[in-house]
């Protein structure tokens, strides 16, 4: 695959949002703001792209119109040559099993009341009815296993599992129809350093082995220092700089970009 | 100098459905007038209930050992924090010992204007101040904590300011007496980096200007690299090094330390290395060194007893077998 075939490419993607929200919020036009303003790009198949920027600046609400789980006010996006845009809600959920989301809360995006292997289970009764019900179960309990979890948690609940392992829960869910892209909305800003560092490195391994494109987003540039290959810097709901990693983080171009580097508190180097 | 708090063998001891836990565990810490300790370690470790036993805000059923010596000022005999009585916390919360938490929007009453609540900061320390005393000394406060505009921004309610501004509100407050001792619990955690920076700079700015001594709570080994003159790391509620800042985190001597420098992340690309393993419960805890299911370097002696803090120099010590003996299976053969 080269790197002229964008596995996702979305152009001039906006979404508006009232202002303030509320209930007295007043309507029209005046009172609404982009919270997605005509945002384009590309990600080619086998990266890491990150969207990177502070709270607010609309890394979710992009991720989300990617996937069609929000609908955009205007904008195109098209993935592996089709445009998603133009589905109807039936081919929708039929090209969604290429694209999955691993979410930032590992509490509240788990249905508390199925076991763990049900839940990583489940995408397989939607997408292939044709397996029997102990195939699915050994697809999840494989699954489960790649991503650390052995077979004594699969009958458990959620709630038995600390966040880092409801994390896994989540990734193993969403690879379970071996997806060709996975967004990741900070899949690690709710964790431990140490169980971050653990969850960011079986990202990359499963990466290797799936053969997986991942759109990350984080409001953290250490996070996504560690593993991206392209970079994209938000701010007000726009990319203000976009570009090879090592060269965001190196040569920053844009003075938003140097800010948010420059913020970055820094860590002595361990000399012994 | 005499220290400004003095913990010594502080214990503090929860009940739970599965039997007593031990969040804070003979934990022995000084802070000078001045000085800053920087308190780190992962979610559970027991640094928010070392800083609600300081605060005397335990939970109910909490009980608590040890000693707790605050010296808030040359004038007044110092006190145990421990043995204090519910009315003599009053004077001592917010007064003789400032805090600021994680969340200022949880902290700060949402249907009270910004200005009166740091008022009533004051009042609850000098009742008889004036209005006009009051109000003098609000604005003075907000100034202080350099928040912009104070005479409009005392007239506003928490949800009208950003989470920056509220959390320099907060810091006002908690300043409003004059408090030698601050403490703050993961003040910047909820904040993006680039306020995270002003409100870092602020708080060094005041704690030169007012000698304050503050205990600064973070899970953030960078943070702590910026505020801090001297670290503790806390693990299943004890402290397993201790030490000069810089010291602890360029020679870190305890292998748990040694693996948080590792797994943080810095803007050098791929260069991280996760620790394996989880952090055990504290109702099941191992018999001997907590870290050591996680620890490469875990040997036979490691599982018989818990290591006591040995000391590396002076003023750096580390709760590890390993302290002390010249090679360290490979890892630090030259020196
Ligand atoms: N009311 C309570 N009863 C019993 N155990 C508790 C109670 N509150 C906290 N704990 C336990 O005490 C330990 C220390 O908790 P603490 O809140 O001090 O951790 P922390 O280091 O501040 O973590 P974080 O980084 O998540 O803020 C944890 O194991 C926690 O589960
Ligand atoms: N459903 C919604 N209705 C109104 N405003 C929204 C909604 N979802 C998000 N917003 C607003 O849009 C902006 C971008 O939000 P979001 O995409 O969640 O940012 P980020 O993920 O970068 O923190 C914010 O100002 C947010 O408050
Ligand atoms: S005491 Fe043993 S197990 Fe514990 S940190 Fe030191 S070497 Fe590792
Ligand atoms: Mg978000
Ligand atoms: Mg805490």
């Known amino acids: 695959m080269t790197d002229q075939e964008a596995l996702l490419q979305a152009t001039e993607l906006c979404k508006r949002y009232q202002r303030g929200g509320g209930a007295f919020a007043a309507r029209g036009a005046r009172n609404t703001f982009a919270a997605v303003d005509r945002v384009s790009l590309r990600i080619a198949a086998g990266e890491t792209f990150a969207i990177v920027g502070e709270s607010g600046c609309g890394k979710t609400t992009l991720a989300r119109m990617l996937l069609r789980l929000i609908e955009p006010d205007s904008g195109k996006i098209i993935f592996a040559g089709r445009e998603l845009t133009a589905l109807s809600s039936a081919e929708l959920r039929r090209a969604r099993r290429h694209l999955q989301m691993v979410f930032q809360d590992p509490y509240a995006s788990l249905n508390p009341r199925m076991r763990v292997s049900q839940i990583v289970a489940e995408p397989l009764e939607i997408h292939e009815p044709a397996l029997s019900r102990a195939e699915r179960q050994e697809r999840a309990l494989a699954m489960l296993r790649r991503v650390g979890l052995n077979d004594e948690f699969a009958t458990r609940y959620p709630h038995e599992f600390s966040g880092g392992q409801r994390q896994r829960i989540g990734i193993a869910r969403a690879l379970i129809l071996r997806p060709r892209l996975v967004v990741a909305d900070e899949p690690v800003s709710a964790l431990d350093v140490s169980v971050g560092a653990q969850m960011l490195a079986l990202l990359r391994e499963l990466q290797q082995e799936f053969g997986l494109t991942y759109l990350l987003i984080s409001h953290s540039l250490p996070v996504v220092a560690q593993v991206a290959t392209r970079i994209a810097v938000m701010r007000a709901g726009a990319f203000v700089e976009v570009g090879d990693a090592e060269q965001v983080l190196r040569q920053p171009q844009h003075a938003y970009t140097k800010e948010l580097l420059a913020a970055v508190p820094e860590l002595p180097q361990v000399t012994a | ?335």
């Open chain 2, 1 to 335: 100098m005499p220290a400004l708090l003095d913990v010594q063998h502080l214990t503090v001891e929860l009940p739970t459905s599965r039997g007593w836990v031990r969040p804070v565990h003979d934990v022995s810490l000084r802070i000078a007038a001045g000085e800053t300790l920087g308190l780190v370690g992962e979610s559970g470790s027991g640094k928010t209930m070392l800083s609600l036993a300081l605060m005397g805000l335990l939970p109910q059923g909490a009980k608590i050992r040890g000693e707790a010596w605050l010296n808030a000022s040359a004038s007044a005999a110092s006190k145990n924090l421990v043995a204090l009585r519910e009315n003599d916390w009053r004077a001592v919360r917010g007064g003789e010992i400032g805090m600021v938490f994680q969340e200022p929007m949880t902290s700060l009453n949402p249907v009270m204007r910004v200005g009166k609540q740091v008022a009533e900061a004051i009042r609850a320390h000098d009742p008889h101040a004036s209005r006009a005393d009051l109000q003098r000394r609000t604005l003075k406060a907000l100034r202080r904590a350099s928040v912009p505009e104070p005479e409009t921004r005392a007239e506003q309610f928490p949800h009208q300011l950003s989470g920056g501004l509220r959390q320099r509100v907060m810091i006002s407050m908690a300043l409003a007496a004059g408090p030698k001792l601050l403490i703050a619990d993961e003040p910047t955690t909820a904040l993006d980096v680039t306020v995270q920076k002003q409100v870092l700079a602020l708080l060094a700015e005041l704690r030169r200007a007012m000698q304050l001594g503050m205990l600064f709570i973070t899970h953030d080994l960078g943070v702590v690299a910026q505020v801090a003159d001297r670290v503790a790391v806390m693990y299943t509620g004890r402290v397993v090094e201790h030490g000069p800042v810089r010291e602890v985190l360029t020679r870190p001597q305890h292998p748990y330390t040694k693996g948080l420098l590792a797994a943080s992340p810095t803007l050098e690309r791929g260069k991280f290395l996760p620790i394996p393993g989880i952090v055990p419960q504290l109702t099941d805890l191992p018999p001997g060194c907590a870290f050591a299911p996680r620890c490469p370097w875990r040997r036979v002696e490691c599982d018989a007893a818990v290591p006591e803090l040995r000391a590396v120099n002076a003023d750096h010590s580390a709760r590890c077998v390993l302290v002390g003996e010249a090679v360290q299976a490979g890892h630090e053969a030259c020196r």
